[in-house]
């Protein structure tokens, strides 16, 4: 299954990271049916993830975003494709100051792997988590 993200937002506005979620739900209950999660906390945790990589492409990349999932031997398989050609880096994260530098230090510890592959039309961020 290929959820998309970024659906049609308002004319002009960026897409909600939120967008990604509800494609993301629909593989995941799918995907139980068949072969339930090792833990609840395995479905949080890709739905968190999904969200932080929308997130991040919206707030970070100028056109759309595509989500791409499928169920890997001992997990599931996450593509978030952006425009952007800058490779996602870590920020320092401030508590005080309120915003932002937590989603990829999270991303690399909830995921068993993360990879970027940049092209000249953008990139794919490639998760794995466990299921």
């Known amino acids: 299954m290929a959820p998309r993200g970024g659906g049609a937002p308002p004319r002009g506005a960026p897409p909600p ?7 993301a739900e629909q593989f995941l209950s ?12 395995y479905w949080d945790d890709i739905l968190l993830v999904v969200t932080e990589l929308a997130a991040n492409a919206i707030q970070y990349a100028p056109g759309p975003f595509d989500l791409r999932m499928r169920r890997t031997f001992d997990g599931v398989h996450v593509t978030m494709r952006d ?5 996602p880096a870590p920020r ?15 991303v690399h510890t909830l995921c068993t792997q993360v990879s970027v592959v940049v092209d000249d039309r953008g990139k794919d961020i490639h998760v794995f988590l466990p299921w």
């Open 17 to 23: 990271p939120g967008g990604a979620r509800p494609p």
């Open 83 to 87: 425009t952007s050609t800058t490779e």
């Open 92 to 106: 320092p994260f401030h508590p005080s100051a309120g915003g932002g530098g937590i989603g990829w230090h999270l």
């Open 30 to 41: 799918a995907l139980a049916r068949d072969a339930p999660p090792g833990t609840p906390e």
